[in-house]
């Protein structure tokens, strides 16, 4: 048995509704501007060019329902996306087959330090201190494709102490779960436990102390998340 020189780091495990058994994860893949009204509101174009990704932290997700404000920002946004959990991988997954390692669906919170983001951007930086912080990822359970199936359609709503600030459908998403798993897949070797956040629709704002965040899709339930 291996003998690890200090305490080993906890696997990050979302729940996973309906089962006593959690899902570990490894990766977590972002996709940028994939619905275009929000490509538009970032000032650019919404045309169906090559998808991009970031990452954040597999611990940067959390589920308990808080989200602190973090340090060293005065403009961190809301973003409301899909979560897509992989229960398998591989390499040049081709489209057809790319939903079969799905495991299933959420709801998450890609939350952005916005300011620190466009400082990023301007310098040509990468994009970490502004995404991959602390907590940057709130989330809810994961629901497994033997419940829901595979939503390719279905209202996104979002709210900020009950007024509504972004809506749209899955439907609407330039680039299509399959689609992003097989692109993902002939850059970078997918494994189970990988998640993707699958881009989040127009009228990403921010957030303040205080305020309460809610985030519901047809189908997946409801994710309320307060700010602290
Ligand atoms: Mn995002």
């Known amino acids: 048995m291996t003998q690890y020189t200090i305490e080993t780091p906890p696997v990050t495990a979302l729940p996973v509704a309906g089962q006593d058994a959690v899902f570990p994860v490894r990766r ?48 961190v946004h809301h973003e409301a996306e899909m979560l897509v959990a992989l ?17 299933g669906y959420g709801l998450a919170l890609d939350m952005t330090r916005r300011d620190l983001q466009g400082i990023a951007k ?7 201190i502004g995404k991959a912080f602390e907590r940057s990822a709130p989330c809810g359970p994961i629901h497994p494709v033997s419940e829901v199936g595979h939503p390719s359609e279905g209202h996104l709503e979002f709210k900020v102490n009950g007024e509504v600030r972004q809506e749209g459908d899955l439907n609407q998403m ?48 409801t994710l309320t998340v307060t700010v602290t």
């Open 28 to 75: 977590i893949y972002c996709i940028g501007r994939n619905y275009a009204a929000h490509a538009i509101e970032m000032g650019h174009d919404p045309d169906r060019e090559d998808p991009f990704f970031f990452q954040k932290n597999p611990n940067n997700l959390d589920t308990s329902g808080s989200f602190p404000y973090p340090p060293h920002t005065s403009d």
């Open 87 to 103: 229960k398998t991988g591989g390499t040049n997954i081709p489209v057809e087959k790319a939903l079969d390692h799905v495991f």
């Open 122 to 128: 301007k310098a040509g930086r990468p994009w970490e």
């Open 174 to 221: 330039i680039w299509k779960v399959p689609e992003m798993i097989s692109y993902l897949s002939e850059y970078f070797e997918l494994a189970p436990g990988d998640v993707i956040l699958s881009g989040t629709p127009s009228g990403v704002g921010p957030v303040s102390k205080g305020d309460t965040m809610e985030l519901s899709i047809d189908g997946l339930g």
